[in-house]
Structure formats: structure tokens, C-alpha cells
T-cell receptor, first 110, second 111 residues
Framework: GQNIDQPTEMTATEGAIVQINCTYQTSGFNGLFWYQQHAGEAPTFLSY????GLEEKGRFSSFLSRSKGYSYLLLKELQMKDSASYLC???????????FGAGTRLAVHP | DADVTQTPRNRITKTGKRIMLECSQT?????MYWYRQDPGLGLRLIYY???????NKGEISDGYSVSRQAQAKFSLSLESAIPNQTALYFC??????????FGPGTRLTVL
């Protein structure tokens, strides 16, 4: 079967660092995406990993370990506007379909 | 102007009615997708299309149909709406296996 797990909710303080974990078991793997989604809005692309290691993009970094079926999204210098849901998604299968996790709702407090 | 648009943005309908949701894109992408989002379940793929006239079922296609008559348009139909189809529906586009670009969503309520 296909399964993507991530924590349901997290809280953090403005200015701090938070790590959102994602573990996956899918039939085939062709890459892992992280999306940000503010309440009631469309998901927007944050990062893409296809090889093991860390990808850094400004305040956001994403890590992938294919052998462990594990990824994390690291958010530094948290801002109030980072309060949103963060969706982990795996590109899997012969037709390269995106399989989404249920999302992690992050609340940033002053 | 937005690259991916959806109409309507909100719709309330009754059980048994036929509903069509429209998606249009100006990005020139070949691939288009329809997802639904329910609280606690994340985004689930309904149908996808890699080219005009190409239609593929996703994980939850029962009760839905789609039409891709032009590269820029991908329509989702509910032939006979039922209450458990109440959800937030997103259209998305992509080039090959790269990032997907999502429309603003359609909030559908079936009474």
C-alpha cells in the first residue's frame, strides 16, 4: 500500500526553528515535494528532493533519505506568516502520480 | 491574471443535481489534475490528464467524470451529487514530473 505520515499539528515560537518530519512507504519513488498551504488557499510549492541530502532555499531546507523513507522540512527564523499547513507529497508509480500526506498544521506564536 | 483559474469558487447544491467544475490555465502545461481535499485526509487525486483527450483515473474517481477537450481546459463533473462529495476541490497543472501549480479551489457543498 501507499502511506505517508506526518504529524497533525505543531506549535513554535516566532524566531525559532522547527522541523516537520515525513515518513513514506510507496510503490516506487520518483521524488518528494513539500507544499505550503494557508487556510482556505491553494497549496504552493516549497521544495523538491529526488536525491539523498539537504536542499536549502532561504529560510527553508528539505532533507531526504530514500533508504529510510524519510524527509524533513526545516523552517528557520520563524515568522507569523509561516503559520500554515505543510504538505509532504511523494511522486510514485508508473504514471508518476503525487501521493499527499494529510499535512502538518503549524502554529507560530509571538 | 492568475495562471490557473477555477469556476465557480463556491457552490451549494442539492443531492441528485449534476454539477460541473471548470478549470482553465494559461501556463501552457500539458498535464492537468483534479484533487479533492477533506479535513484530516489531505489531497486525493480524482482524475488526471497528460494531454488533450487523455483521461486517467486517480484513487477516488467513482462518482466523478472529466473532460479534456482543449489543452487549457479540464472539467470535472458530478453526475448526481451526494453529500459525501462535499469538499474543497483543486485543479492543478504541471510540466512532466515537476512541481504542480494549483488553482484557488472550489468549495462545494451538497445538501
Amino acid at each position: 500500500g501507499q502511506n505517508i505520515d506526518q504529524p497533525t499539528e505543531m506549535t513554535a515560537t516566532e524566531g525559532a526553528i522547527v522541523q516537520i518530519n515525513c515518513t513514506y512507504q510507496t510503490s516506487g519513488f520518483n521524488g518528494l515535494f513539500w507544499y505550503q498551504q494557508h487556510a482556505g488557499e491553494a497549496p504552493t510549492f516549497l521544495s523538491y528532493n529526488v536525491l539523498d541530502g539537504l536542499e536549502e532555499k532561504g529560510r527553508f531546507s528539505s532533507f531526504l533519505s530514500r533508504s529510510k523513507g524519510y524527509s524533513y522540512l526545516l523552517l528557520k527564523e520563524l515568522q507569523m506568516k509561516d503559520s500554515a499547513s505543510y504538505l509532504c507529497a511523494v511522486l510514485s508509480g508508473g504514471y508518476n502520480k503525487l501521493i499527499f500526506g494529510a499535512g502538518t498544521r503549524l502554529a507560530v506564536h509571538p | 491574471d492568475a495562471d490557473v483559474t477555477q469556476t465557480p469558487r463556491n457552490r451549494i447544491t442539492k443531492t441528485g443535481k449534476r454539477i460541473m467544475l471548470e478549470c482553465s490555465q494559461t501556463k501552457g502545461h500539458d498535464r492537468m489534475y483534479w484533487y479533492r481535499q477533506d479535513p484530516g485526509l489531505g489531497l486525493r487525486l480524482i482524475y488526471y490528464s497528460f494531454d488533450v483527450k487523455d483521461i486517467n483515473k486517480g484513487e477516488i474517481s467513482d462518482g466523478y467524470s472529466v473532460s479534456r477537450q482543449a489543452q487549457a481546459k479540464f472539467s470535472l463533473s458530478l453526475e448526481s451529487a451526494i453529500p459525501n462529495q462535499t469538499a474543497l476541490y483543486f485543479c492543478a497543472t504541471s510540466v512532466d514530473n515537476l512541481e504542480q501549480f494549483f488553482g484557488p479551489g472550489t468549495r462545494l457543498t451538497v445538501l
